[in-house]
């Protein structure tokens, strides 16, 4: 670890110091990329052998994707942006060696479009009054390795759609195992119940209040559900990935109850002794590489803390995939909502040891009570 915090140090003091780093490009339509990864990668309008066969590359991607643009003039302005993306991937593989970029489903958006369709954490300075500190719990029998897919506590990869509603997903994740693990029952919950009723709190005391697919949290979803009463089925209550209409929550068709949650502290010893015993836990997460991202360890040298992903915890592996001067890495292993044709089957692996995009930075748990329910 140490050995990659001096290469991080030594890349930036390097190319910072350089001329390389004024001279950023500006002309490939992505002004509000992160500027810090701009700054020490510079992009190469002239990357011939990078973009070389873009044409081919964008029919691929369209045909896989199934991707169709109304007029001439939107299929070049995509096509643009798609060959700015490939720029994008190359500097995050650079970054990011020990995982793989390159072309998603993603990549003829740019990095706004990305962050307002499928993104939308809101990170709140308060806390909703219901939330405990998570008690220190015992960290010296933890397993090596644990993946909650292999104890039937994980539903299958869902997918928000073009609705930035990541926080529901991530809640409800979190209560499925829980209820799991309360009941012995896996049930698949509604994130449209939530996107639909968890309106109601006052925005003096939170900063904000969940908004749908314009943003939540995920411990305001578990306050929602503690107040409500519980959450339906999704097959009773199915998600549509708009928002806007009315609360339609049937409380006789309540699944799954919360009886309390709590936030866990930085210390990862105590995040996977939390998951260990307590189920997958809701997490946030800076996004920045996750547009690109294709496979294996995500361990990037420079990340932002800035929290804009609601994604679910599920596990953990001792070592990663790593470029062969490097140890192999430690990794926490993360349930995203974008579908299963995107990453690993749907979910991302990000190092484990130091923080990394600000993944310690705001982990909850949630327990859920018996409940008896007629399905």
Known sequence: MERISLYSLLLLLSILSSS?????????????EEPLIRQVVSSDDDDDDHLLNAEHHFSFFKSKFAKTYATQEEHDYR???FKANLRRAKRHQILDPSAVHGVTK????????????FLGLNRRLRLPADAEKAPLLPTNDLPTDFDWRDHGAV?????????GSCWSFSATGALEGAHYLTT???????????????????????????????????????????????????????????DGGSCKFDKSKIAAT????????????????????????????????????????????????HLDHGVLLV??????????????????????????????????????????????SMVSTVAAAIHTTSH
């Open 79 to 81: 096509f643009g942006v």
């Open 155 to 163: 539903t299958g990869v869902k997918d928000q759609g073009a609705c």
């Open 20 to 32: 390389l780093a004024s001279t950023v490009s500006s002309n490939d339509g992505f002004d509000d």
């Open 315 to 360: 596990g953990y592996g001792s070592a990663g995939y790593a470029p062969i001067r490097f140890k192999e890495k430690p990794f926490w292993i993360i349930k995203n909502s974008w579908g299963e044709n995107w990453g690993e089957n749907g979910y991302y692996k990000i190092c484990r040891g130091r923080n990394v995009c600000g993944v310690d």
């Open 106 to 117: 993603f990549s003829d958006l740019t990095p706004s479009e990305f962050r307002r369709q």
């Open 258 to 305: 919360v009886s309390n949650f709590s936030v866990i502290s930085l210390d990862e010893d105590q995040i996977a002794a939390n998951l260990v015993k307590n189920g997958p836990l809701a997490v946030g997460i800076n996004a920045v590489y996750m547009q690109t991202y294709i496979g294996g360890v995500s361990c990037p040298y420079i990340c932002g803390k």
């Open 184 to 242: 012995g029952e896996l049930v698949s919950l509604s994130e449209q119940q939530l996107v639909d009723c968890d309106h109601d709190c006052d925005p003096e005391e939170y900063g904000a209040c969940d908004s749908g697919c314009n943003g939540g949290l995920m411990t305001t979803a578990f306050e929602y559900t503690l107040k409500a009463g519980g959450l339906e089925r999704e097959e009773d209550y199915p998600y549509t990935g708009t």
